[in-house]
């Protein structure tokens, strides 16, 4: 079973509705006994990062995502907001994240484009995560962005008001700043990708040190 | 870099898309959910689903026709008509939608914006506005009068300035439609939009008077705008031809004009 952590103001029904298509048994999941229940594990995000964080704490969901992703190991996407409270520290309304991933969340330069962003862009993926990452279109809406620490964490990156952290991947444990359930067929073959991967690590691939 | 988007919007009645010029004499087109899924294989960039009568009505918007909608598509997809409050913005997310469509209850009450912000963020709140030419005054600066319920009422209020202060409210995205080139074929009121375009720094999604390809083009040439409807050139039953969004594409790609390519996933 997947399970899709809802939460308020959460977009869980698209992404609902993106997982079952693919023909896949999902649930939306807000309690933290059932979140421990399930096989994948996924983060949708609209809205804030202080919002979302505060949301999970609600909820008493923030020990139990900890359990399933960093002692189980369960497969865990992260999906824009979803993927910037992965890291350390959101400068979002000054917020402290989950942690899992060192870095920070940071605005993009509204001197030099328009913030959010908002809009299909093409992504440039570093590697296939044991299914094929196929460098294509998808869909954005935000206006900040994570700086991992670890190059080696940057997944896919696109271009902005310059290179940016589109998506990231340590071991189990995936984002993607894009709208995954919304950006098509490219973004349903990439989601379908992560709902077939059984975990474990990958190494192995180039990285993105000289782009950025 | 972000490209620029072709948008479709479907003006509903009950579950059907119709098509009306100039708001009036809608004529069926289909059911909505089907024709959203043939826009959804066309590569359509994004959708917007108008509940037309929903306001006029006094109902609340048809959730059970947005819950079909949602359940075909996987694009970005906003609904509008009939909400009234946050409880409604909800209900239309929870169905689904992305982002949520305020355009005459912003004018009735301004707040809605701000408070639609803060609940859902400002990437879920379009403001939507119907404007006309008219004189310039000191009222009315832009020489753009903004007009609700069905473009029917005009207010009196400037329409540039009311798409800034909708932006300060905390709508992260402007769509603007023009009223005198709505359903005309004639072209997008370029004037207008780059005033507008050039007015807000959130994303400006241009609507009213496309017809032919080379519209987009000026349109994206000519102002900032990052987005545009089109709605008449990909179904309306009035138009001689209508057009396939990978000919759009392909023609603006061939402009040199920066929009997602057809069939990126797949073979074409």
């Not at chain 2, 009950?14 to 100039?22: E, F, I, L, M, P």
């Not at chain 2, 992305?98 to 912000?117: F, L, Q």
């Not at chain 2, 709505?182 to 005033?195: A, F, H, P, Q, V």
Request: include cysteine; hydrophobic fraction near 40%.
């Amino acid at each position: 079973m997947i399970g899709i952590i809802d939460y308020k103001a959460g977009n869980g029904p698209s992404v609902l509705s993106a997982v079952t298509h693919l023909g896949y048994r999902a649930q939306l999941v807000s309690q933290p006994e059932r979140l421990l229940e399930m096989t994948h594990i996924i983060m949708p995000g609209v809205g804030s990062a202080g919002a979302t964080m505060n949301s999970l704490k609600e909820l008493g969901l923030l020990e139990a995502i900890k359990k399933a992703v960093i002692d189980n190991k369960v497969p865990f996407l992260g999906v824009c907001v979803g993927m910037q409270i992965l890291f350390d520290y959101s400068e979002e309304e000054d917020t402290g994240c989950l942690g899992f991933l060192p870095g920070r969340v940071v605005s993009f330069d509204r001197k030099k484009v328009r913030v959010p962003q908002m809009g299909w862009n093409k992504v440039f993926f570093s590697k296939d995560m044991g299914y094929e990452a196929k460098d294509d279109y998808f869909y954005f809406v935000n206006s900040y962005y994570a700086v991992p620490e670890d190059k080696s964490h940057i997944w896919g990156i696109a271009e902005y008001d310059g290179p940016f952290t589109a998506a990231v991947c340590k071991d189990n444990i995936y984002g993607t700043q894009f709208h995954i359930e919304k950006s098509g067929e490219a973004g349903l073959k990439l989601l379908k990708g992560f709902l077939s991967i059984k975990g474990g690590s990958f190494s192995g691939y180039k990285t993105f040190d000289s782009m950025l | 870099m972000v490209t620029k988007r072709l948008i479709a919007c479907f003006d509903i009645i009950g579950d059907r898309v119709t098509k009306a010029v100039n708001f009036k004499d809608n004529i069926d087109v289909g059911p909505a959910d089907e024709l959203a899924s043939i826009m959804y294989e066309e590569e359509i960039d994004e959708l917007i689903f108008y509940d037309i009568t929903a306001s006029a009505e006094r109902r609340r918007l048809n959730i059970e026709t947005v819950k079909k909608v949602a359940e075909r598509i996987f694009i970005p997809f906003s609904v509008g008509g009939g909400i009234k409050n946050l409880e409604d913005m909800y209900e239309a997310l929870k169905a689904g939608a992305e982002k949520i469509s305020i355009d005459s209850m912003a004018v009735r009450n301004p707040r809605i914006i701000t408070e639609g912000a803060k609940a859902f963020g400002s990437q879920c709140i379009v403001l939507s506005t119907q404007v006309k030419r008219t004189q310039k005054s000191p009222k009315i600066p832009s020489g753009y009068e903004v007009y609700i319920d069905g473009a029917r009422v005009a207010t009196g209020m400037d329409a540039i300035e009311w798409i800034k202060r909708g932006q300060e409210l905390g709508a992260g995205e402007i769509c603007l439609n023009s009223i005198d080139n709505d359903g005309t074929l004639s072209g997008y009121d370029i004037e207008l939009m780059k005033l507008a375009s050039e007015a807000v720094s959130v994303p400006l999604i241009a609507s009213g008077g496309a017809g032919k390809p080379v519209h987009l083009k000026e349109l994206f040439t000519e102002t900032a705008a990052q987005a545009a409807i089109i709605s008449s050139m990909l179904y309306s039953p009035r138009m001689e031809r209508n057009y396939k969004v990978a000919e759009l594409k392909e023609y603006l790609l061939n402009e040199n004009i920066n929009v997602r390519p057809f069939s990126t996933g797949k073979e074409a």
